[in-house]
């Protein structure tokens, strides 16, 4: 069984799949098949478990993403904030307008869901608003976003949030140095970070980090 679910770009993303055994590729198949009879560009992510590769290949889907798990020790890079911005604790940021606005720096990467009230309120989903770091501008604009959750001496992230607009500069690795550095102040010592729809320059600077890719699963687009 597939389901479709709503993104905040035009593609809807396929949920579900096809379950392990003989026939998974063949009713892989014809589950997408149908499903791209809705007419929308369809995004899936090539899990062996529901939706095998060679499923979204034979029917012509392209890789245009991926999730990738980043495991590893605490990293400190050493990365200075972009001129004109200004990094805060979360927590010193209650405005849920600002939040929103950091959080969809999100929005236009391959992965990521839409983001509602229940997403943005302290707290949320037991994230730690005291570790997270949200980006602000000079007009006092969320321009990124580094969520965290400290569990024992891990913590866990998504890779940071950065508006288009400063994807040029240093503001990624600048968020995940200030959340790195509160959670060693918490007693981490190691780092999961996931990640979804970095560009391969951002993967490449995530993995210089002495980060390893515990898990990587591609995300294909039906056109």
């Known amino acids: 069984m597939i389901a479709l679910r709503r993104t905040p770009r035009v593609d809807l993303e396929v949920l579900g799949g096809a379950r392990p055994g003989p026939r998974q590729a063949q009713v892989a198949l014809d589950l997408l098949r149908a499903a791209l009879t809705s007419g929308a ?4 992510y090539a899990d062996d478990a529901l ?5 979204l290949r034979r029917l012509g889907w392209r890789q245009a993403g991926q999730f990738t798990d980043w495991r ?14 200004r990094l805060l ?5 209650p405005n849920l307008t600002v939040r929103r606005q950091a959080q969809a720096t999100y929005a236009d990467r391959l992965g990521h ?4 009230n229940p997403d943005l309120i302290p707290g ?3 994230s730690d608003d005291t570790m997270s770091h949200v980006a602000l501008d000079a007009s006092g604009q969320g321009v990124g976003i580094c969520r965290a959750w400290l569990e024992g001496d891990t913590m866990t992230v998504g890779s940071p949030g950065v508006h288009p607009a400063w994807r040029h500069t240093t503001l990624r690795h600048a968020l995940l140095r200030a959340t ?4 060693r102040e918490r007693g981490a ?11 391969p320059a951002e993967t490449q600077a995530d993995a210089e980090l002495d980060l390893t890719a515990a898990t990587v699963t591609p995300i294909h687009l039906s056109r």
Do not use: F
């Open 41 to 44: 560009t369809l995004s899936a």
């Open 51 to 55: 939706l095998p590769i060679e499923a």
């Open 72 to 85: 590893g020790p605490l990293p400190t890079p050493d990365t200075p904030i972009p001129e004109g911005l």
């Open 89 to 93: 604790p979360l927590a010193a940021v």
């Open 113 to 116: 869901t839409l983001v509602g």
């Open 124 to 126: 949320a989903h037991g």
């Open 180 to 183: 790195c550095s509160a959670a």
């Open 189 to 199: 010592r190691g780092l999961i970070m996931q990640a979804w729809g970095d560009t």
